[in-house]
């Protein structure tokens, strides 16, 4: 991971377009964000036939990523139609493969991957309640019926105030698993504020 990252790392310092959004930064930071290594980790060990659908694919980062592990089945979506040409131009120079993000606003209809991710995105457009905020993850889930759902929330321990992020988009442990109650539930600590400028948690529901 740590090679591929350094080419990834070199093409955006070197690709750089303007009015990219500032979350597109970490993709040039001397080292990969953590929900990379932790993602990336867990991803070694599953069978490389498995299908990939990125929700909010943004520059094609994590995408990139998924395929330099040796996945080929790898798609996504972007609503933001230059961030997803963007995305695209980076997956056709490192492995030479077309048209791997849709220009769309998930969900909408897709074949069913094994693997669903959705990471680094907090998706709260005409919501104003966590239970809403609850029932859309639910709905993104039910529309791909994954085998293995990767989701990074805020987490409810982070207390400071961000527009960004309100409240009712913090999460817990408890809130997911109630969620997804007969699912499997495990998470990791990806960022952790005052280090980063949030508290969040990668959950792996299978
Ligand atoms: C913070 S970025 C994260 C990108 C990528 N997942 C990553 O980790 O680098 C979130 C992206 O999701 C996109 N997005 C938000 N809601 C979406 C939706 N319903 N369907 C498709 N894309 C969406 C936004 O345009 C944005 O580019």
């Keep these: 991971?740590?090679?591929?990252?350094?080419?990834?790392?070199?093409?955006?310092?070197?690709?750089?377009?303007?009015?990219?959004?500032?979350?597109?930064?970490?993709?040039?930071e001397s080292t990969p964000p953590v929900y990379w290594n932790i993602l990336s980790n867990i991803l070694c060990n599953y069978s490389k036939e498995n299908s990939v659908f990125e929700i909010g694919a943004g520059t094609g980062d994590i995408l990139a990523l998924i395929r330099s592990l040796g996945f080929t089945n790898v798609t996504g979506v972007e609503c933001d139609a230059h961030l997803a040409q963007i995305a695209n131009k980076k997956i056709?120079?490192?492995?030479?493969?077309?048209?791997?993000?849709?220009?769309?606003?998930?969900?909408?209809?897709?074949?069913?991957?094994?693997i669903l991710v959705q990471v680094n995105c907090v998706y709260f457009e005409?919501?104003?309640?966590?239970?809403?905020?609850?029932?859309?993850?639910k709905l993104f889930h039910q529309n791909a019926m994954p085998d293995f759902y990767f989701l990074e929330v805020v987490d409810s321990s982070c207390k400071e105030h961000f527009k960004?992020?309100?409240?009712?988009?913090?999460?817990?442990?408890?809130?997911?698993?109630?969620?997804?109650?007969?699912?499997?539930?495990?998470?990791?600590?990806?960022?952790?504020?005052?280090r980063n400028t949030s508290t969040k948690r990668l959950y792996l529901i299978t």
Excluded: C, G
Aim: charged letters at 25%; zero cysteines; a positive charge.
């Design 126 to 137: 005409n919501i104003p309640t966590k239970q809403e905020y609850i029932n859309q993850l």
């Design 1 to 28: 991971m740590e090679k591929f990252y350094a080419l990834l790392k070199n093409y955006n310092k070197t690709n750089t377009s303007e009015n990219l959004p500032d979350w597109t930064k970490i993709f040039s």
């Design 92 to 114: 056709e120079y490192f492995f030479q493969k077309s048209n791997t993000v849709i220009h769309d606003r998930y969900p909408l209809a897709i074949p069913r991957p094994n």
């Design 164 to 194: 960004a992020f309100p409240d009712f988009v913090r999460l817990s442990q408890e809130d997911i698993k109630a969620a997804f109650k007969d699912k499997s539930v495990e998470s990791f600590t990806t960022y952790q504020f005052p």
